[in-house]
């Protein structure tokens, strides 16, 4: 996934063992750890981007929506999104 403002020159950096284990299981056959950080930093854009607004309106459509026994989880992740908000 190097692109031409990228380069692929040789630069090292140092994470655990335990970040070098979770980079390993999010690699894709062919992939490399550049691949897999790129990836993961445009997932983290996107999700930036996000309106929590819009999220919390969803949510709370979906609690109205769903049967009782299944409320809960919804009803935390508005509860974590609204004290963050």
Not at 37 to 58: M, P, Q, T, Y
């Amino acid at each position: 996934m190097a692109t031409p403002e990228h380069d692929m020159s040789d630069t090292s950096i140092r994470v655990s063992d335990e970040l070098a284990d979770e980079l390993f299981s999010r690699k894709r056959r062919g992939e490399s750890y550049e691949d897999v950080l790129w990836r993961e930093l445009e997932k983290a854009d996107a999700f930036s981007k996000i309106d929590d607004g819009d999220v919390l309106a969803a949510v709370e459509r979906a609690i109205g929506e769903v049967p009782e026994e299944q409320r809960e989880h919804l009803q935390h992740l508005r509860d974590v999104i609204h004290d963050d908000g």
